[in-house]
C-alpha cells in the first residue's frame, strides 16, 4: 500500500529565501506525482505534474524533481514572496490504477 | 474550461441527521473522486468513477456513505446518519488529460461539513 510523507510539516521563511520541500513515498512503481497547493478554506490548485520518465518539471518560481528509485520529490520555489504562504501537497498515482495518495502537506509561511 | 462546481460550500448539521453534496465535473472528464480531508491531513479517497462506473470504494464507509454519479456527469455524495468524525471538507475533483497527454487531477473548492 503506497503511503506518502512530506517534510517539514511547517516552515516559516523571511521574503526572498529560496526553499525546498520534501516528498517521499513508499512504493517506486508510480505513474506520476503531482504538486498542488492548498490556500485557507479553499480547494487544491495543481501546480506541476512530472510523470514517471521524466527528473523534472519547472514552471516560473517553481521547480520540482523526481527520484523515482529513491521514493522522493522535491518542490523548489525560489525567491519566495509572502503570496506563496499556503499549504503544498505531493500526490502519487500508482501503476495500478488511477487513484492519487495524498501526502499530510507542508505548510509554508513567507514573512514580508 | 470551466472548473469543477460543488455545492453545497459549508454545512452544519447534528449527528444522526442526514446531508448530501453536489459535483458537477469539467465537461469530458471521465473520471470523478470524492476526497475527504480532515483539518491538517491530506485528502483521502472515498470513491472513484470512471464514467458512471465505480472503480474504486474500498474507502467508503459504506454503512454510512453513498455516492451516484447519473449519466457519467453530475455526482452526489450522502452520508446518513452522520456522525461527529465526518466533520471534515468533501472533495470533488476530476481527472482528464492535458495536452501532454498528462492526467490531471482538477479540484473543486469543496465542501466544509460541521457535525455538532
Known amino acids: 500500500k503506497q503511503e506518502v510523507t512530506q517534510i517539514p510539516a511547517a516552515l516559516s521563511v523571511p521574503e526572498g529565501e529560496n526553499l525546498v520541500l520534501n516528498c517521499s513515498f513508499t512504493d517506486s512503481a508510480i505513474y506520476n506525482l503531482q504538486w498542488f497547493r492548498q490556500d485557507p478554506g479553499k480547494g487544491l490548485t495543481s501546480l506541476l505534474l512530472?510523470?514517471?520518465?521524466?527528473r523534472e518539471q519547472t514552471s516560473g518560481r517553481l521547480n520540482a524533481s523526481l527520484d523515482k528509485s529513491s521514493g522522493r520529490s522535491t518542490l523548489y520555489i525560489a525567491a519566495s514572496q509572502p503570496g506563496d504562504s499556503a499549504t503544498y501537497l505531493c500526490?502519487?498515482?500508482?501503476?495500478?490504477?488511477?487513484?492519487?495518495?495524498f501526502g499530510p502537506g507542508t505548510r509554508l509561511s513567507v514573512l514580508p | 474550461e470551466a472548473g469543477v462546481a460543488q455545492s453545497p460550500r459549508y454545512k452544519i448539521i447534528e449527528k444522526r441527521q442526514s446531508v448530501a453534496f453536489w459535483c458537477n465535473p469539467i465537461?469530458?472528464?471521465?473520471?470523478l473522486y470524492w476526497y475527504q480531508q480532515i483539518l491538517g491531513q491530506g485528502p483521502k479517497l472515498l470513491i472513484q468513477f470512471q464514467n458512471n462506473g465505480v472503480v474504486d470504494d474500498s474507502q467508503l464507509p459504506k454503512d454510512r456513505f453513498s455516492a451516484e454519479r447519473l449519466k457519467g456527469v453530475d455526482s452526489t455524495l450522502k452520508i446518513q446518519p452522520a456522525k461527529l468524525e465526518d466533520s471534515a471538507v468533501y472533495l470533488c475533483?476530476?481527472?482528464?488529460?492535458?495536452?501532454?497527454?498528462?492526467?490531471?487531477?482538477?479540484f473543486g473548492a469543496g465542501s466544509r461539513l460541521t457535525v455538532l
Open positions: 500526490a502519487v498515482r500508482d501503476n495500478y490504477g488511477q487513484n492519487f495518495v
Open positions: 512530472i510523470q514517471s520518465s521524466q
Open positions: 465537461s469530458g472528464h471521465a473520471t
Open positions: 475533483a476530476t481527472g482528464g488529460r492535458k495536452h501532454s497527454g498528462a492526467n490531471v487531477l482538477t
